[in-house]
């Protein structure tokens, strides 16, 4: 069973829950992270979330995302969740946005509250995405992603208009 690193304000942990307790309408802030697979050719792979989320279904989003268990180093944890949602592997693992932290409510009512470092990092291999985590993926140029999220952000889940309006490599070629 995963569980959630609970933290106080200041993002210092103060206990965990199971994952299928934590997000409701009075989510706890939590720790947890958002990774960005950047191509070699610099487009960024972008997911569509499964219908199946409980929340922001079908919205599109960063490349993957997820929480550190108990314990886990967030580097290994990004990793696992690499594996895990991707079915991938991935290298060149860098910190961008260290201390991003976002609260948002979905259209259900669900919360999200998180402190939510920000990783950019290189696929190594193929993908074998997990339905049940995604059901659409596509690279995207970085000009095309910043027009489609000005144009339409609620197609895109908040996290990730956030952290892309921050991201360093967001303002480049504007």
Not at 22 to 42: I, M, R
Request: hydrophobic share 40%; glycine share 6%.
């Amino acid at each position: 069973m995963e569980h959630v690193v609970l933290v106080s304000d200041d993002g210092t942990p103060t206990g965990s829950l199971p994952k299928s307790e934590v997000h409701t309408t009075t989510t706890p802030l939590h720790l947890a992270f958002s990774c960005y697979l950047v191509g070699e050719d610099g487009r960024i792979l972008v997911t569509r979330r499964a219908l199946s989320k409980t929340a922001w279904p079908g919205v599109w989003t960063n490349s993957f995302c997820g929480h550190p268990q108990p314990g886990e180093e967030l580097e290994a944890a990004v990793h696992r969740r690499a594996a895990q949602e991707l079915g991938a592997e991935i290298s060149g693992l860098q910190l961008v946005l260290p201390d991003f932290r976002y609260r948002a409510v979905d259209d259900s009512g669900i919360v999200e509250n998180e402190i939510c470092p920000v990783f950019t990092a290189q696929l190594t291999g193929p993908l074998d995405p997990h339905p049940a985590e995604l059901m659409q993926w596509d690279w995207a140029h970085p000009v095309a992603l910043r027009q489609a999220v000005e144009a339409a952000p609620y197609a895109f889940s908040p996290w990730m208009v956030e952290q892309l309006a921050q991201m360093p490599w967001w303002g480049a070629n504007r």
